[in-house]
């Protein structure tokens, strides 16, 4: 939510103050509800929580701190900013005391509620982080079981997070394909760290234009732009002590390059159209789904901002290097589809399950999620998955698949030697990809580090 965006209910028995309150806070690009008593505030607040409350203590019928007392009740993070002609430290204090989070005196400039409202606003979104934080951090063991497998792939990937979650490294980079798992990872990092109880916070580079993106990361000043109605905190501000993960470091823009490698080497960064050096706490979990090195040769990415990076890795396996933690995968996010939509399906038969281990799942494990979500929308009735639940292409792969394996794992009578195979395949895919490993990589459906491993061990390199 943005600060001018926030919903404001003002609530006064003066029509004029009412008026010229609500006309300010318009202009200024709220969206305001008014009300003369505390009745009908009350009835607003039933209908829809606003932002922020700013109530006038003296009310026909409820007064303004019973009407404080009631709206609380009814929304317990709804900020209230309260306004009287009337002050003394006893109303400002009971005020205070009963929830409000500032109270002003009437008559007021504009500039004063301008003032107060921010500060307001900013507190609300302050209590709100917190709480979501909290909720968050309940939930921890589960991010990190969520990092689901018994496979040799992912049993190195979960130790490798566990080192790292317990060192000083603040720097890790994360590779893999779209839907591999890689935000899973950066959250068991995270949560098995020392920072668990500070926040964990996440952008995707890609997603946002550039001076929204360093806004989001780094802040601005208030004036700093056009909309810049009010001081912003950035990501590394805001996540003080903890994580911040930026997904898809790939696409950042040149300017956020250099900002970010300033922050990495200094531990400094300014806000958008500020000055003052601010200093900042933070683990930086980069992820990325291209080949940042091929981006570097490009010119598309800074060098020094990838060594910089590219200190500690983490390479994400595709689903297709791991299937046999399919069925296990499935089971997860069938007892997960259970628990959320409160069915008791309890699993999926041999025939539907060969087809989920057929299947080449170009979306990794997030295609997979989504697969059994959708049957579980689509057949409310079913106590297991079966390959009719299944989409198309999922129920057309298996016999095109198993048709290619008997073609291609066709063992000869004399025998063969499995790593002259190996070797003759890597070859091949070399000489097709023109010596680029990444390509070949992909032609082999392996990573590059395993292609990279394999030559060294067959002596290709």
Not at 127 to 151: F, H, M, N
Not at 375 to 385: D, K, N, Q, T, V
């Amino acid at each position: 939510m943005t600060t001018t965006s926030a919903r404001i209910l003002v609530v006064d028995d003066e029509k004029l103050i009412r008026w010229s309150v609500s006309e300010r806070l318009q202009r200024s690009g709220y969206d305001v509800i008014a009300a003369e008593s505390g009745e009908e505030a009350l009835q607003n607040l039933a209908a829809q929580a606003p932002d922020l409350l700013l109530l006038d203590v003296r009310l026909p019928g409820i007064d303004g701190l019973a009407t404080l007392q009631r709206a609380l009740e009814m929304h317990p993070d709804v900020a209230v900013l309260m306004m009287s002609a009337h002050s003394t430290v006893d109303i400002a204090v009971e005020a205070m005391k009963h929830g409000a989070i500032d109270f002003l005196v009437k008559p007021f400039p504009f500039q004063v509620l301008d003032a107060a409202v921010e500060r307001a606003l900013a507190t609300a979104r302050t209590r709100r982080q917190i709480q979501a934080l909290t909720t968050e951090r309940r939930g921890a063991p589960k991010a990190a079981a969520a990092l689901v497998g018994r496979s040799a792939a992912i049993e190195q990937v979960r130790t490798m997070a566990a080192r790292l979650a317990g060192s000083d490294a603040t720097t890790l980079l994360i590779e893999g394909e779209s839907g591999s798992g890689k935000e899973v990872v950066a959250r068991a990092v995270h949560f098995g760290s020392a920072r668990a109880e500070r926040p964990f916070l996440q952008v995707n580079c890609a997603a946002l234009p550039e001076h929204l993106l360093e806004s989001e990361l780094f802040g601005h000043e208030r004036g700093s732009f056009t909309d810049a109605h009010a001081l912003k905190r950035g990501l590394f501000e805001s996540a003080e002590g903890g994580t911040v993960m930026l997904d898809e470091i790939g696409d950042l823009h040149p300017g956020g390059q250099a900002k970010l490698l300033r922050l990495l080497e200094n531990k400094a960064f300014r806000r958008v159209g500020g000055v003052a050096e601010l200093r900042a706490d933070v683990r930086v979990l980069a992820a990325t789904n291209v080949n940042l090195e091929e981006r570097v040769a490009e010119g598309r990415f800074r060098a020094d901002l990838f060594f910089r990076l590219n200190v500690v890795r983490i390479i994400v396996p595709a689903l297709r290097e791991h299937p046999d933690d399919i069925p296990l995968l499935a089971a997860h996010f069938i007892a997960r589809f259970n628990q959320e939509m409160k069915r008791q399906v309890k699993g999926v038969n041999a025939a539907a399950l060969e087809m989920l281990q057929a299947y080449r799942w170009p979306g990794n494990i997030r295609e997979l999620r989504n697969v059994v979500e959708r049957a579980f929308i689509l057949h409310s009735g079913a106590e297991e998955l079966r390959p009719e639940h299944l989409p198309p292409e999922l129920r057309g792969a298996a016999p095109a698949q198993r048709r290619h394996e008997k073609h291609a794992s066709g063992v000869p009578a004399e025998g063969l030697v499995l790593e002259d195979v190996e070797k003759k395949l890597i070859r091949e895919a070399l000489e097709r990809a023109s010596g680029n490993q990444s390509k070949a990589a992909r032609l082999l459906g392996i990573s590059r580090d395993t292609l990279r491993y394999r030559l060294k061990k067959h002596d290709l390199g």
